[in-house]
């Protein structure tokens, strides 16, 4: 009981985070309702490396995200959040709802430059290459991130537990708000490279680059603030997009 009432914290988290624009039509397609597209296609990842927390031990992570807004309300949709440490998954998993899955993550920092990769099931799907210059790719980049982002937004995730018998779901899937509260000690803005490449399994290449507006790495204490429930999903409405957390294979069979 004590550790449910523990602040979810992450001590010195290194994160690189890069924002482009992509097209409206990809972010029409892969929203679910009630989640509508947020006034501008942008969408951020990030590779984190978290060297200590008060809930389990150090590990990576990573996450890609789409601009979008409940109610008016802007928030950060998230479509993917690979990661290292079995538990650290099943926490944002079950307690959030985040569609993680187990991935190979790299980051590392020399000088002024940093890398950061992704991988899974021998596929490397996302690259990162970084120079902490102080300005971003396009010249209008951070004014982009200040209008939309602000000084964070809350994350927006579905959570919802599949059928037992293999028909819908157990109880109707709830949209869940969720934020984080920092205290940044070191704040960098960053010219980037980004390469998406295809994957079957985690289709992040299908978030196209139309327009790279740069990247912020940041040192930073972060504490994972206790999330709430916004609204029941409609689970007829919500079927075709609940499969978020799971790799599925074709065989002889059909797909499994």
């Known amino acids: 009981m004590k550790r449910t009432t523990t602040p979810t914290t992450f001590y010195n988290a290194e994160t690189l985070t890069v924002y482009w624009e992509t ?5 029409r397609r892969i929203l679910p309702p009630p989640l509508e597209p947020g006034p501008r296609p942008l969408v951020q990842a990030f590779v984190a490396d978290y060297p200590r927390t008060s809930f ?5 992570e990573a996450a890609i995200f789409v ?5 008016g309300q802007l928030g950060s949709y998230c479509l993917s959040m690979p990661i290292n440490d079995d538990i650290a998954m099943g926490l944002g998993r079950e307690i959030y709802g985040f569609p993680k899955k187990m991935a190979n993550i790299s980051l590392s920092k020399e ?4 890398s950061g990769s992704v991988s899974r099931r021998d596929i490397e799907f996302f690259r990162v290459k970084a120079a902490l210059s102080g300005k971003m790719n396009a010249g209008d980049g951070q004014q982009i991130l200040d209008k939309y982002y602000g000084d964070g937004l809350p994350v927006f995730n579905i959570k919802y537990s599949k059928s037992a018998d293999g028909n819908g779901f157990d109880l109707p899937p ?12 070191v704040l960098k803005a960053a010219e980037v490279e980004v390469t998406l490449s295809d994957s079957p399994h985690d289709p992040w290449a299908e978030l196209e680059v139309v327009k790279l507006l740069g990247g912020i790495y940041t040192v930073s204490n972060t504490i994972l603030l206790r ?9 007829v409405n919500f079927l075709p997009y609940s499969y978020l957390r799971w790799d599925w294979y074709e065989n002889e069979g059909g797909v499994s």
Do not use: F, H, W
Not at 56 to 60: N, V
Not at 111 to 114: N, T
């Open 23 to 27: 097209s409206p039509g990809i972010i």
């Open 56 to 60: 389990c031990e150090p590990y990576r």
């Open 67 to 71: 601009l979008a807004q409940y109610n």
């Open 111 to 114: 000088d002024q430059r940093i």
């Open 174 to 185: 709830l949209l869940i708000g969720q934020s984080t509260s920092m205290d940044i000690s």
């Open 227 to 235: 999330g709430s429930v916004l609204a029941k999903v409609n689970p």
